[in-house]
C-alpha cells in the first residue's frame, strides 16, 4: 500500500483556497457533510509521486479560529481533536498575497496548536501588476516554515507545493510568536492547573467554548486554584492577542515585503466607482438579474424540452417493447415517468447556479451586499438576504444554508422563514402547464399573457417573502446582538474550472436529493393508484358493465380504469380531503396532487401524469397529452375542472404553501427546532389555503 | 481599551467620502472580535472609499483591507481624521 500523507487546506475566504484545492485534485473529489450538521465536507485525493498520495480536506472559509459561524466550528474543532479521523499530519494556510497582512492572521494561529504548517501564498501572478516583493527566506525563518509561492489561476508552484507536502516531517512545529504575554500570570495559571495541555489550545476551549479530548470549559472553570475571567475581560484579552498578533506580522512584513506605492491604477476603484454607485449600482444589479432570469426561463427552456421529449418517448419505447404487466407499467408509468420529472429541473437549475458561481467568484456579490444592505434593513432582513433570496429561485435547500453567514441571529432566522416564498424551480412545471390551460394566448405589449403571467407569479413570490420579513420582524421578539462586516474583495476573473465544479456539484446533488424524494413517491402513488380493497375496485369491470350496458369496447375500457380509480386506495384519500378543497375548486384527483406535493412541489405535474395514465386505457405519456387530459377533465356536472378561477386558485396555493419536505428539514437542522419549521407549514400552507379560496370565490361567477 | 467616548471624539462615521484617518480607539463593547481580526485596531490607518445611499453601510479600506460595515459600528471606532 502506498503512503497517505493527511492535509487540511485552511485559509480567509477570497484568498483562492477552492482553487488550490481543484488544482490539487482536479475532479479526483467529493462532497460530503459533516455528521449532525449541512456543511459541506470537500474531500480530494492528490498524486505526490509515484509512491505517496495526499488525502486533502478543503475545510470553510474562516478568517481566525475565532469561530463565529457553524462553518467556521468545523474549523477549530477539527484542529482541536487529534483523536478526529481526519486531523491533518499537515496543514496549509492558504493566502492572497495582496492581502497577506490580514491573512498571516490566521496563520500564526494554526502554527499555535504546533501542527506542521506549510505556508502558500497564492495570486503570485498578479505581484509584478501590484508592486509587490516578497523575501521568501526571510518570511520562511520568521514564519518559521516554508512557503510555497503558487498561483492556481496560472497552474504554477503547484509542484513545489506537492513537494512540500511530501516532506511535511521537516516542518517545525514551533509557535512563531508568544502570545501569553498580553497577561502572564493569568496564562501562568492556566498552564500550571493543566500542565499537560497545549496553552492555545485550552485559551480556545476557554473563549470558544468548544471541547476536545476530555477538556471543556467546565473542567476548566471547576478546576479551583484556577479562575477564569469574565466575558469582557475574556473579550479584552483577545483583543490584546489580536493586536499582538498583528504585531508580530506588522514586523515580520516589514522586512519580508515591500510594496512600490506608484505600482498599477487598481482596477477596483474603477470598476467600484461604477458598480457600488448610489444610481449606476442599481441600474446594473437589475439588468444583471433580468439577464439571469432570461437565461433560466429562455435558454434552459431548449435543453429541457429535449430531455422532456426524450423520456416520454423511452416510456413509449419501455411499453411496446417489455412483456405486459405490471412490472412493465410500474416502470413506465410510475419510475420512468417519475426520472424525467426530475430530468426537466437540470437546465434551469444549472443556469441559476451557473449565475450564482459567477457573482460570487468575480467578488460582484459583496458590492450587491453592500448596495442592499441599508433596503434590507427596513425589512428586518441583512444585506446579506439578498443571496438566499436570489437562490431561492432556484432551490431553497442552498438558499436556506447560504443565510449562515448573516451575523446577526434575527435577522438570519427571518431570511431562512421567509425564503421559501422565493418561486424555487420546483414551482416552474406546476405554473407551466396550469398557465398554459387556463391562461390565454393573446399579447399585451408583445408580450404573452403567458409569460406575463409567469413573470407575475415570481414578483409576488418575492414581495411576499419581503412582507412576511417585515411583519416577522414587528412579531419576533429576538434580542441579538447585530452587526454587519462584509469583506470587499478585489474583482477577479472567474476561472472556469471553478465555476464548472460548482456547477455540476450543486445541480448533481440537488437531481439525486430531489431525485431519490420523487422516485420514491411515483412508486408508492402508482402502487396506491393500481391496487385498491373493497368490492367496487374487484368487481370494477361488471359494475360499470351493467351501468353502461351500451359503450364500444375502449369507452368502456376507460370507464373501467377510472371507476377502479376512484376506489383505489389513492381514490379513498382523495375522496376524503375532497370536502376540503372544493372551495379552492379542485376535484379529488387535483387532491391528491396537493397531498403528494407535501414531500415536493414537483411531484405534481408527476402525480397528475400517473393518475390521468392508469385512469385512462390509451397510454401516452408525453406532456401534450397530459395536458390535453387535464384540458378534458370535467366534474360530475358536466362543468371543466381547469377553468380560469380554479387555475389561478391553484397557482396562487402553488405560489404560498409550504410543500417540500426537504426544505423543512434543513429548516429544522438550521435552526436547531422543529418549531420554526412546523410554524412555516402552517402559517405558509393556511394563508395559501385562504388566498386560494378567496381567488376562486371571487373568480368563479 | 477604554470603552467610554466623548461627544468630541471624531468617528469613523464622520469620514467623507475619500477622506483617510488613523483609528484612535475602538470600544471593544461594541466592536465584533471579527472587525478587530480584520485589522480593525489603534494605530491602524483607515480609508472610507465608497458609502451607499444615506451613508449607509460604509466601504472601508482598513490597513489595506477592504471591507464594509454599518454606521451604527462605525459610531464605535474614534479615529484621528488625517488631512491630505
Redesign the interface.
Known sequence: MSKQIKVALIGNPNTGKTSVFNALTGLNQKVGNYPGITVDKKQGVSKLNDDVKANIIDLPGTYSLNASSLDENVVIELLLNKNDKDFPDVAIVVTDVENLKRNLLLYTQIKDLEIPTILAINMSDRMQRKGISLDIPILEKALKTKIALISSRKNTGIDELKQLITNYENLSTEPCLDASVIDKSYFEGLQKAFPNQLLYKLWLVITQDVNFGKVDKKTIDSVSEFKTKSESDLKRLQQKETIKRYQFINETLKKGQTIDPNAATDLRSRLDRVLTHKVWGYIIFAAILLLMFQAVYDWAAYPTDLIDASFASLADWTKENLPEGAFTNLLAEGIIAGIGGIMVFIPPIAFLFLFIALLEESGYMSRVVFLMDRVMRRFGLSGKSVVPLISGNACAIPAVMAARNIESWKERLITILVTPFTTCSARLPVYVIIIALVIPKGTFAGISYQALTLMSLYIIGFLTAVFAAYILNKILKIKSKSYFVIEMPNYKLPLFKNVAITVIEKTKSFVFEAGKIILAISVVLWFLASYGAGEQFNNAEEIVAKEFPNLSETDLEDKIAAHKLEHSYIGVVGKTIEPVIKPLGYDWKIGIGLVTSFAAREVFVGTLATIYSVGSASDSEDEETIKSKMAAEVHADGKKVFTFASGISLLLFYAFAMQCMSTLAIVKRETNSWKWPMLQLVVMSGFAYLVALVAFQFLNK | ?GSSKNMTDLTLADLKKGQQGVIKD?S??HI????????C??GNPVEL??V???S??M?LNI????????K??AIHIIIDQVDE
Do not use: C, W
Not at chain 2, 63 to 70: V, W
Open positions: 481599551m475602538v471593544s463593547a465584533p472580535l471579527k472587525l478587530l481580526e480584520m485589522g485596531l489603534p472609499v465608497q451607499a445611499p444615506f449607509d453601510p466601504y490597513n489595506g483591507s477592504h471591507l464594509a460595515i454599518r451604527d459600528t
